[in-house]
């Protein structure tokens, strides 16, 4: 099909034959499995992905695409949702799915805070973001990329980064390098606080001003009794603590 890539909805078609086939190794797909693809464009994973599935769900918000998928892929091989992926109720397909996607960049965070409301839900998730977002979500305390988003995802899920992949492979080249990263949803909690609510509210106070000590961001949530208390050194900045630490926070406090 004759398609102008859109720049409101991220269209950056994967061209690469080589690193469309790593990242299908990496997904693993096993027939039986329950998938959807979040944008599956032209189909550069779509194609790939179909040779190892009896079925796929895609979720795909661009009328142009859609009529085109229509035309492509035989009913009950692929169940076509037109839907904006940031609404798109992923419980209604299966309480067992697997998610994959190379992601508009444009919204790329807030999906990922979206998917995790559903994360029991989730087997596991393959994305493909701008290799900036996937360093931060995968960083480690004391590091720069670390903060509010490496916190809110490692406490429910394991990450790791896959590949590296340039601008070259994608048709239009986007301006940045991307990164292929696995999200796995941790069968039990490493660290479970009791409010998670009131975690969110601490990372979001804590990293709000990064610059700043934590006696500084945290006043009137922590004072010095709960910083003893806690054995924690208020000098320290939201980036030197680890996920335990902001749980162990969030847990006197709810007390
Ligand atoms: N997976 C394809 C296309 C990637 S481009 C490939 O790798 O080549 C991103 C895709 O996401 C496009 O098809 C775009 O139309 C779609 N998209 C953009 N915003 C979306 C949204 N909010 N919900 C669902 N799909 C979206």
């Given at each position: 099909?004759?398609?102008?890539?859109?720049?409101?909805?991220?269209?950056?078609?994967?061209?690469?034959?080589a690193?469309?086939?790593?990242?299908?190794?990496?997904?693993?797909?096993?027939?039986?499995?329950i998938?959807?693809?979040?944008g599956p464009?032209l189909?550069?994973?779509t194609?790939?992905?179909?040779q190892?599935l009896d079925?796929?769900?895609?979720?795909e918000?661009?009328?142009?695409?859609?009529?085109?998928?229509?035309?492509?892929y035989?009913?009950?091989?692929?169940?076509i949702?037109?839907?904006?992926?940031?609404?798109f109720?992923?419980?209604?397909?299966?309480d067992?799915?697997?998610?994959?996607?190379?992601l508009?960049?444009?919204?790329?965070?807030?999906?990922?805070f979206?998917?995790?409301d559903n994360?029991?839900h989730?087997?596991?998730?393959?994305?493909?973001?701008?290799k900036?977002?996937?360093?931060?979500?995968v960083?480690?305390?004391s590091?720069?990329?670390?903060?509010?988003?490496?916190?809110?995802l490692?406490?429910?899920?394991?990450?790791?980064?896959?590949?590296?992949?340039?601008?070259?492979?994608?048709?239009?080249?986007?301006k940045?390098?991307s990164?292929?990263?696995?999200a796995i949803p941790f069968?039990t909690?490493?660290?479970?606080?009791?409010?998670?609510?009131?975690?969110?509210k601490?990372?979001?106070?804590?990293?709000?001003?990064?610059?700043?000590?934590?006696?500084?961001?945290?006043?009137?949530?922590?004072?010095?009794?709960?910083?003893?208390?806690?054995?924690?050194?208020?000098?320290?900045r939201?980036?030197n603590?680890?996920?335990?630490?902001?749980?162990?926070?969030?847990?006197?406090?709810a007390a």
């Amino acid at each position: 099909m004759k398609h102008i890539a859109k720049k409101r909805f991220g269209q950056n078609f994967l061209t690469d034959r080589a690193i469309i086939n790593s990242l299908i190794d990496a997904i693993a797909p096993q027939s039986q499995d329950i998938m959807i693809e979040i944008g599956p464009g032209l189909g550069a994973m779509t194609q790939p992905l179909l040779q190892h599935l009896d079925h796929l769900h895609v979720v795909e918000i661009d009328r142009d695409i859609i009529s085109w998928m229509q035309g492509v892929y035989p009913a009950g091989k692929v169940t076509i949702h037109n839907s904006d992926a940031l609404k798109f109720d992923f419980t209604q397909v299966s309480d067992r799915i697997r998610v994959v996607g190379n992601l508009p960049y444009n919204i790329s965070t807030p999906i990922l805070f979206h998917l995790l409301d559903n994360v029991s839900h989730i087997i596991d998730m393959h994305f493909m973001l701008q290799k900036e977002v996937v360093e931060r979500m995968v960083a480690a305390p004391s590091t720069p990329s670390y903060g509010r988003l490496s916190v809110m995802l490692q406490y429910r899920l394991h990450m790791e980064y896959l590949i590296t992949v340039p601008p070259e492979a994608f048709e239009p080249a986007p301006k940045v390098e991307s990164a292929f990263v696995r999200a796995i949803p941790f069968a039990t909690l490493p660290y479970p606080a009791k409010d998670e609510a009131l975690l969110a509210k601490i990372v979001t106070s804590a990293f709000g001003q990064r610059r700043k000590t934590l006696r500084n961001t945290l006043k009137g949530l922590l004072d010095d009794a709960g910083f003893s208390a806690l054995g924690l050194d208020s000098q320290l900045r939201a980036e030197n603590l680890s996920i335990a630490e902001f749980v162990n926070i969030a847990n006197y406090l709810a007390a």
